[in-house]
């Protein structure tokens, strides 16, 4: 046998190695993003638990990428991100999806090939920008009152979600452009909210319940449809905690000052300690985000936050929701300490029995007031405890 017959022999053998240690299926993405000489182009797994890093390729002059990775053994979410912009797609199992897009409108002016998924995604995500800068030219609009802003806001939202009802979760609702239809949120001068919760609107819930029935039907082993199953079914029973329960304080929990500490994580797993935040007035808060006045509640804080902040001003806001994910979303944008309880330990400590609630900390750490005992106005309350 000579030299390049056994060269050849152990290539064969390498090739046929490297084929049968990687041969699950796979799905491809490709394109060209224009005038993107030198950036870093990255594909992203949208998961449950968190966006993850898949792959990236530094584009070149002709602006070419090719990413090729293992199918998901149920539909999922991805997306492209350039810099702070991203394009979402879906993968349902083995298929080549081409992207042609220009950095300058990434984003927001692309075409895509190979998957009607994906089209109707891309529409969704037009429409659902469209409504978001109309949102944001009405709260900044100086000319109108308050009141009318709020209820054009809301017209707005209003027919967006008809309009997203008929043309894209109730037309085919086991398709995953559905899916992502109803888990649409718009991100406003005061924080980000979802368009369909829930946990608070019964005609939402009918849109979640629908495509749950879909996907258990199709995918009942998918974390996607264990989730939306679960969020149908909180919305069906509308509850919350709204009983006191009877428990025991840890004295390790009291301070020198007599408050309870609380102490709960963020959305990284960051723990925050209430007493950390000694020497400045602080709103102890207690919520759902899942209340159906949740959205408006969280711009009114805001506007305080922004207006008082910058003389000491905090806020602590424990949210009780059962969602965790739902949380992380609504939260994920706003400037104070959001923290996560799922035991209710923290509320029923502080004898909450209605939500929400809140409570006043002066700079000492001090319980000053709770929101029944406010008689004024609240922001009246923090100006006095701010001197």
């Not at 199992?93 to 994906?118: A, H, L, P, W």
């Not at 992380?328 to 209605?354: F, I, Q």
Request: charged content about 25%; proline content about 3%; aromatic content about 8%.
């Amino acid at each position: 046998m000579n030299i390049k017959t056994l060269i050849g022999i152990i290539s064969m053998i390498g090739a046929l190695s490297l084929t049968s240690c990687d041969n699950k299926p796979k799905f491809c993405v490709e394109g060209t993003v224009g005038e993107a000489k030198g950036e870093m182009l990255y594909l992203e797994a949208m998961t449950l638990n968190g966006i993850q890093c898949i792959d990236s390729v530094k584009l070149k002059d002709d602006g070419q990428f090719r990413f090729r990775t293992d199918a998901p053994s149920n539909p999922e979410f991805y997306a492209l991100r350039l810099g702070q912009e991203r394009i979402n797609f879906s993968i349902d199992s083995t298929e080549t999806v081409t992207f042609k897009t220009q950095r300058s409108t990434f984003s927001n002016n692309y075409t895509v090939e190979g998957s009607d998924n994906c089209q109707k995604i891309k529409e969704i995500a037009q429409l659902q920008s469209k409504l978001q800068s109309q949102i944001i030219a009405l709260e900044q609009n100086q000319s109108m009152y308050p009141g009318d802003i709020v209820d054009s806001i809301n017209s707005l939202v209003n027919n967006y979600k008809e309009q997203i009802k008929v043309n894209y979760i109730f037309q085919e609702p086991q398709k995953t452009y559905a899916y992502y239809a109803v888990c649409q949120s718009i991100s406003d001068l005061h924080g980000t909210f979802q368009l369909f919760n829930p946990l608070s609107n019964r005609d939402d819930v009918k849109c979640y319940a629908t495509i749950a029935t879909a996907w258990d039907g199709l995918y009942p082993d998918a974390k996607r449809t264990e989730q939306i199953c679960n969020l149908a079914v909180q919305g069906m029973e509308l509850t919350a905690p709204t009983t006191q329960k009877v428990v025991n304080i840890d004295e390790s929990k009291v301070s020198e000052v007599s408050i309870i500490e609380v102490e709960l994580p963020d959305i990284n797993g960051k723990m925050h300690r209430l007493t950390d935040l000694k020497g400045k007035v602080v709103m102890l808060d207690f919520t759902l985000y899942g209340a159906t006045e949740s959205p408006e509640r969280t711009r009114k804080m805001r506007q305080l936050y922004e207006q008082y902040h910058p003389q000491g001003f905090e806020i602590y806001q424990v949210a009780l929701d059962e969602d965790i994910h739902f949380w992380k979303l609504s939260c994920e944008k706003l400037p104070w300490v959001c923290v996560h309880e799922t035991d209710g330990t923290a509320m029923r400590l502080y004898g909450v029995v209605n939500l929400p609630t809140y409570f006043l900390v002066n700079r000492d750490n001090e319980l000053v007031k709770r929101s029944d005992q406010v008689t004024t106005s609240l922001e009246e309350e923090i100006q006095e405890l701010l001197k």
